[in-house]
């Protein structure tokens, strides 16, 4: 058999398979373990089938993936052999065979059924480990048929040890590393994750007083919270919180008890164990949930003290706000990078051995002189190619001059004192003092001009007079301007039908390419205007915009036809109710009697009240209870008779025998009552008319208001072109309120939302009509007729008692007053005021009226007022409605976009999550758990999340 030779062995029949009580079938087959030489094995002849099974084991020992057994699966049987028999050579000389019989699965498997807690235990973990690192996969999985799970018996037994000596602890710590050193292929991850107490012992077993441990147990955790495992988080959690309430401590705590530890390693991997439970969850709420426990654990009082930072902490931060300041440049910043390194790598990599002292000195000695040569660019390299050459040429120059001042000096001898140069000629380009060969001198100054030197060029001539189009100059006759350019597409101008009062022009008739829903306006033709009317005067062409009408155009066409919907109000019946007055005479007493007896006044003192016009005393709604429950003349007179029975008779009785004696009681009273409410009265009128008359002149004084009616004549004509009211010179303004009924074409808009919308972007002034119209809303719920009634009552009132004044009878008692303080005068004067603010306002809403060609036979100014306050109101909700639209409108865009970003950050965590788990190299599937810690340790794990919220956008890196 082939146990030896790379854990190759013939497989059995099924029935001498062992059972595997720690797991399910593996995918590995089962094989005998008879020790075999290579020489027995190459003289027995095996079966096909044999062979093949063979070679299936060497490839999986080989690690190979699909894509490379296939093609290996396709050579001939005698290959395959020749394969397999090379590969158990190989094996065999390179001596793992020999190291493998030493050991095996089986007898690791032996050394722990035993149960043994003491130094063999140790000494059989610590080789456990090393072979399940060095070893194949092949002998992993064969060990983990059953060796797992005694594995994690030996683990559950350690931790439930009360007495945790030294032996106990290193056992368990042996434990862990073999483990992690299971998991260190995809097979043993799958192993571990699938096995439902191994996240429960590991959690169980994190104890922050074994800190080399606690580092591997939560390193552990960490990377299997990031393998991307169905539920994997779930079961991390729920095993971290049995395991909490069996210490009876928080789920978190020990976690968060590790970073206080002094151990670097392990404060780091806590930290690795927390961002890999927070960042693991898609949840928001749930990342903050847990974020939130960590906090209450804890970690909010830790944090400021694990996160301090070396006393150099200033420096290394200027240092990378200077890196910040590199210009970005593609050529430049790769040699700007080159040039810091080499200083850094001078500085820290110093010559002498040790570290340099620059208290003494402020100089600093960097050689980069050999990288000067390469930081010249190709627009440098130009610039110092022309200036070597003209530095040569100047040299050249200095010699020439100087062999000239030579000969000079020799023909003439040396320059007399006193004598100044000239500053002609090319005595600038003489050196100055102490400018060696190889230094730049500064540029020369442009020579002055000689009496030998060329005047300059004259100035250009005058350019030519500007040519139209035809050739010729603007302004000088020529070939006449060409024809103006046509209107907007689709408009033209319609001939006149007929004369048009007034100096009117003709509409434009507008001829849109689709056919446009219709404007419902009541239209007014031009013979109704007057001069002075609005829409003589109104100049709607002005708001044209081409923009604007093709917008028009898309939002109200006629293409899409959606289903109308009526709106059904519910009609409220209102009961009136009637109050039934029965006049008869026992109900008479009846009422007189609760009359009386709700005052409680002596009879006397009422009579006295009512003849000296005491208004402290006397009341409105004492008067109209008394008139209203007095008896009649005759029965008062009647009464009068009874003057010596009085004590006979019942109480209402003897009222009416004392109120006998006043004379003309009643229109007393009555007139008494209309003192008491006529500034009443007043009050109530004198608003209504003064609201009415502002509203007027605010509807006709408001600029805001005629550009919305000039901007709706001309969107209603450009949708109305070719129907009876087309070229429409003005409209009823109760048409205003019809704007909401004009459905857009996809039925999500109406045409008052759309003009709204266009004086939001383009006439924002128009807007302010709202503002303007201050007292509309209280003279739209004033009543003509009611108001024209009430003064109409009152002239009565005036006239009844002035009358009554006429004709009352000299007083005969001395308390009688009711002459003297009577207030006719100034009632009348008051009446007189506001009879005049009437008929000024009868005179401003007709104005009104007629300055938009309304009917009054037709429209009462309630009926406009209200209309107009309606639109109003209609025009500031359409404002709410759209901004409410565009407020929803970008809540979903950036909904929309925020889920967009979510699904692709989510696929790329998944992508990245199996990239983790994929194969360092092709077809390898060892090291699975080291790329894990890995990532985890260079923080490739959470990556992602923290390109959710960039701090700022765009750095320019």
Known sequence: QLDRFASIRIPRSKKERPPLPHMKQSHSTDWSSTPMDLEDFAQKQLSEREIIALFEKMMEDMNLNEDKKMPLREKDFNTKKEMVMQYISTASKSGSLKNSRKISPQEFIQDLKSGSTDERLVTCLESLRVSLTSNPVSWVENFGQEGLGLLLDVLERLVETKNQDRLVKRSQHKVIQCLRAFMNNKYGLERILGEERSLLLLAKAVDPKQTNMMTDIVKLLSAMC??????????????????????????????????????????????????????????????????????????????????????????????????????????????????????????????????????????????????????????????????????????????????????????????????????????????????????????????????????????????????????????????????????????????????????????????????????????????????????????????????????????????????????????????????????????????????????????????????????????????????????????????????????????????????????????????????????????????????????????????????????????????????????????????????????????????????????????????????DFQHLDKASKVSAENLEKSLKHMERQLQQLEKDLQTFPVPEDKHDKFVVKIFLVHAKEDFQKLSRMHENMEKLYQNVMGYYAIDLKKVSVEEFLTDLNNFRVMFMQAVKENMRRREAEEKQRRAKVAKEKAEKEKLERQQKKKRLLEMKTEGEETGVMDSLLEALQSGAAFRDRRRRTPRSKDHGT
Not at 354 to 379: A, C, Q, V, W
Not at 391 to 396: N, T
Not at 464 to 484: D, I
């Open 226 to 771: 990031i393998v991307g495992e169905e539920n994997i988080l779930e079961k991390i959690l729920e095993a971290v919180t049995v395991a909490a309430e069996e210490r009876n401590v928080d789920r978190f705590s020990p976690i968060v008890e590790g970073l206080q530890d002094n151990s670097v390693q392990l404060q780091v991997a806590c930290m690795q164990l927390i961002n890999a439970l927070v960042t693991s969850p898609d949840d928001l709420d749930f990342r903050l949930h847990i974020r939130n426990e960590f906090m209450r654990s804890g970690l909010k009082e830790i944090l400021p003290h694990i996160m301090d930072i070396f006393l150099a902490e200033g420096y290394f931060l200027s240092i990378l706000q200077h890196l910040l300041l590199i210009r970005n440049d593609y050529f430049i910043r790769p040699q700007y990078f080159k040039l810091i390194e080499e200083c850094v790598s001078q500085i820290v990599l110093h010559r002498s051995g040790t570290d340099p002292d620059f208290t003494y000195r402020k100089r600093l000695d960097i050689n980069f002189s050999h990288l000067l040569g390469k930081y010249y660019f190709e627009k440098d390299f130009v610039v110092h190619q022309e200036t070597q050459a003209l530095l040569q040429k100047k040299e050249e120059r200095i010699s020439e001059l100087e062999t000239e001042l030579q000969a000079f000096k020799s023909q003439y001898g040396s320059v007399p004192p006193g004598f100044v140069p000239s500053t002609h000629g090319d005595a600038s380009v003489v050196p100055l003092e102490g400018a060696g060969p190889h230094q730049f001198p500064p540029p020369p100054p442009p020579p002055l001009p000689s009496n030998g030197a060329i005047p300059p060029p004259p100035p250009p001539p005058p350019p030519p007079p500007l040519l139209n189009s035809l050739g010729a100059p603007l302004g000088f006759g020529g070939a006449p301007p060409p024809p103006p350019l046509p209107g907007l597409p689709g408009i033209q101008w319609s001939p006149p039908s007929c004369a048009l009062p007034f100096g009117m022009k003709p509409k434009k008739e507008f001829k849109p390419e689709v056919t446009m829903k219709r404007l419902n306006w009541s239209k007014i033709r031009p013979q109704e205007m007057t001069e002075s009317c609005f829409w003589v005067k109104a100049e709607e062409d002005k708001y044209e915009n081409a923009d604007m009408l093709c917008k028009l155009e898309l939002t109200f066409c006629c293409q899409k036809r959606g289903k109308e919907e009526e709106d059904f109000e519910e009609k409220k019946s209102i009961k009136k109710r009637i109050k039934e007055l029965k006049v008869l005479d026992p109900k008479i007493a009846q009422n007189l009697s609760i009359f009386l007896g709700s005052f409680r006044v002596p009879y006397e003192e009422i009579k006295m009240m009512i003849l000296e016009v005491d208004e402290t005393h006397l009341s409105e709604s004492m008067i109209q209870n008394l008139i209203k429950h007095l008896p009649e003349q005759e029965q008062l007179n009647a009464l009068s008779k009874f003057k010596h029975e009085y004590n006979n008779l019942s109480e209402p009785e003897q009222f009416g025998v004392v109120m006998s004696n006043v004379k003309r009681l009643r229109p007393r009273l009555s007139a008494i009552l209309f003192k008491l409410q006529f500034e009443e009265q007043v009050n109530n009128i004198k608003p209504d008319i003064m609201a009415v008359s502002a509203a007027c002149e605010e509807i006709k004084k408001s600029k805001s208001f005629s550009k919305l009616l000039e901007l709706v004549l001309l969107m209603g004509n450009y949708m109305n072109a070719g129907s009876r009211n087309a070229q429409t010179f003005g409209y009823n303004l109760s048409s205003l309120c019809k704007l909401k009924d004009t459905k857009s074409a996809d039925q999500k808009t109406t045409l008052l939302h759309f003009l709204v919308e266009v004086c939001e972007e383009s006439y924002q002034d128009v807007l302010n009509f709202v503002e």
